[in-house]
């Protein structure tokens, strides 16, 4: 199980790809990289998840943490790219209600 994540940032927005599997064991590192970035007042986080092939509940909890945070520096998260599978389990879980998802690029 393996996670590749690329960010490039300016001032205030940072993108971030993802790639691989986000699950119990990649998480972490995920965590890891993305919290950092939301510590700022009005950061914008854009994360294009298109080769994301599979993710669980624990990487569920990583945005939603992230999400959280953004939310309480005044900040945005945005979500681009979602495979059908993914965008699912953001509607199963009711998350497709709070956060900025999208199928398409949305940069």
């Known amino acids: ?21 986000i699950d119990a064991y990649t998480a972490p590192k995920l965590r890891e990289e993305l919290l950092p970035f939301s510590e700022g007042k009005g950061k914008s986080i854009t994360v294009n998840l298109k080769d994301v ?16 945070q953004l939310v309480k520096n005044e900040g945005e998260l945005k979500l681009v790219e979602l495979s059908d599978r ?16 999208s199928e398409v690029r949305g940069r």
Not at 53 to 68: E, H, I, N, R
């Open 53 to 68: 092939s599979y993710m669980d509940s624990t990487g569920l909890g990583v945005f939603v943490g992230l999400f959280k």
């Open 1 to 21: 199980m393996k996670i590749n994540i690329e960010k490039h940032q300016d001032e205030q927005e940072i993108y971030v790809s993802v790639s691989g599997e």
């Open 86 to 101: 993914l965008i699912r389990l953001f509607e199963l879980t009711g998350l497709s209600k709070i956060m900025n998802i």
